[in-house]
């Protein structure tokens, strides 16, 4: 079945650091990707997205480019910043998944001053 | 857009008891989603609605829980002689369904979050 696998974290990175999440993903079906992230004490929400096989999904200073050749979503931001800690999720939603999205296991990521 | 609510945030159970969590999507969506968070761990699918219908559901739902969305607004969840193992955080959350079905993100509550003693 559809799958989707993240670097374990959690990652320990200083305040303007370069960031990068790995995310592969296997799915029989044409899939929409997605990143959500989890700040302590708040649900779940969308980051970005990507729809096709090289779109560029962008906000808040992060990146994730769909790579069919590699089955890849990889996150990354150039420099982060404290308030960016929280849990990352990379997802994905199939048309023949019937429609509902799985996650990844998360990777929790910390940002010290 | 007041977003999705659940309720309750937290619900303490003994084990063999029922409980049933509600959730409110945001007004204008017609499909609604229920997953289960354990830590450590990303959301799990149980159950999707699309208005009244509800047309998923996990191997994971076992005959224990049961799903409703009686006039496609708001939506319950019910877990019947509860075990510890059902100890998790409970989702729920909506989409639009715009530009496609797959391609709508989804909007999450916070959760109820469900222990059994």
């Known amino acids: 079945g559809d799958s989707v696998t993240q670097m374990e974290g959690p990652v320990t990175l200083s305040e303007e650091a370069f960031l990068t999440i790995n995310c592969t993903y296997t799915a029989t079906g044409y899939p929409s990707l997605f990143w959500y992230v989890q700040y302590p004490g708040e649900g779940l929400q969308l980051l970005l997205k990507?729809?096709?096989?090289?779109d560029k999904g962008s906000n808040k200073g992060f990146e994730a480019t769909y790579r069919k050749e590699t089955t890849s979503f990889h996150l990354e931001k150039g420099s982060v910043q404290v308030s960016d800690s929280a849990v990352y999720f990379c997802a994905l939603s199939a048309n023949t998944g019937g429609f509902k999205t799985i996650f990844g296991a998360g990777t929790r990521l910390f940002v010290k001053a | 857009d007041t977003g999705v609510s659940q309720d309750p945030r937290h619900k303490i159970t003994k084990r063999g008891q029922n409980v049933t969590f509600r959730c409110d999507p945001i007004s204008e969506h017609n499909r609604l989603y229920w997953y289960r968070q354990t830590l450590g761990q990303g959301p799990e699918f149980l159950t999707y609605f699309q208005n009244e219908a509800q047309l998923e559901k996990s191997r994971l739902l076992s005959d224990r829980f049961s799903a409703e969305r009686p006039k496609g607004s708001f939506s319950t969840l019910e877990i019947q002689r509860t075990e510890q193992g059902d100890s998790a955080m409970y989702l729920c959350a909506s989409s639009s369904g715009q530009g496609g079905a797959y391609n709508s993100p989804l909007h999450f509550g916070n959760g109820t979050r469900l222990t059994v003693t």
């Open positions: 990507a729809t096709k096989a090289d």
